[in-house]
């Protein structure tokens, strides 16, 4: 990502591959596929368990759609890639076993080593998520061009008998990408330099989701405004944990979110009316902004 990388090798009796391997009670399939003379070049999509295989004509989404999974739950997932070059798909944030993690040639133990996924081949990653938040997959092939070309997702960890509620959990997901721009790399929201508008309702408790995904974008300033000065929105969440109760403030919604960071927010709005969630690279003037249109409920239905 960015940065110091430090590696560890633990010598020793190791004791963690005496424990047997958690039956899993879940099964995913993650499908990476090119999208030919397109731009992001690569696309995913995500297959339920029972359900069949998604169809190869069908148009892939600019993002990797959010792979849900429950604290506790064992669930394997399979990465299948159909790419005609080698990758991996690592879980950046949650804590598992190293060689599931998805930095080939570089995670594992004494006995293996992760493997890079080849063209045609696909890698089992085995997990159980301790603990509920915001994560992100994202390729750790080493080749910018993946990272810049879709190969990436949310990764949302929920309780134990929880469901995710789309129309309250706001995922934004900021990236970089091979749009037209006249500086190179355009900045990303959702997939996309230009997002549509988001219309939600005015008194109903939002939880955005901020994801930054950029292959670099270390001082990246994220903000939600209305009419140019910041509205207060509450802390809630810091990669993947829950802030203590004296970080869980409310606080003017402008923040600096790093590469690889996530944050959750709270935020409702209890007046009708446009504010503008922004991404801002401050040394290159880059940014991206979606409207978030707020409405009475009456005034939608
Ligand atoms: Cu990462």
């Not at 950029?214 to 009419?227: K, R």
């Not at 504010?275 to 707020?294: C, D, H, K, Q």
Request: glycine share 8%; proline share 9%; charged share 25%.
């Amino acid at each position: 990502m960015s940065g110091l990388v430090l590696g560890i090798t633990v010598e020793g009796e190791n004791t963690t591959l005496r424990k047997p391997v958690a039956l899993s009670s879940r099964h995913l399939r993650l499908h990476l596929r090119e999208r030919p003379g397109a731009w992001p070049s690569f696309g995913i999509e995500v297959q339920e368990p029972d359900s069949p295989p998604p169809k190869v004509e069908s148009p892939l989404p600019l993002v990797g759609p959010p792979v849900i999974l429950t604290r506790g739950q064992p669930v394997e997932i399979d990465v299948v890639n159909h790419l005609k070059e080698p990758t991996a798909i690592h879980w950046h944030g949650m804590e598992l076993e190293s060689y599931y993690d998805g930095v080939p040639g570089f995670g594992g133990d004494a006995l293996r080593t992760t493997p890079a996924i080849l063209p045609g081949e696909s890698f089992i990653a085995k997990m159980k998520p301790p603990e509920a938040g915001t994560f992100i997959y994202h390729t750790h092939w080493h080749d910018e061009q993946q990272v810049v070309n879709g190969l990436y997702g949310p990764l949302i960890v929920l309780e134990p008998g929880e469901k995710f509620d789309a129309d309250h959990d706001k995922i934004f997901v900021f990236s970089f990408g091979k749009f037209l721009d006249p500086l190179g790399l355009a900045l990303l929201l959702n997939g996309t330099p230009q997002p549509f508008q988001v219309r939600l309702r005015t008194g109903e408790k939002y939880r955005f989701r901020l994801i930054n995904i950029t292959a670099n974008a270390v001082d990246m300033e994220v903000s939600l405004s209305s009419c140019g000065a910041p509205v207060e929105w509450k802390k809630l969440a810091k990669d993947g944990r829950d802030l203590p109760a004296t970080l869980a403030v409310t606080a003017p919604a402008r923040e600096v979110l790093t590469v690889g960071e996530t944050r959750d927010f709270e935020f409702q709005s209890d007046r009708p009316g446009e504010l503008r969630l922004e991404g801002l690279l401050p040394r290159s003037m880059r940014r991206v902004v979606l409207a978030l249109v707020f409405e009475d409920k009456e005034h939608r239905d």
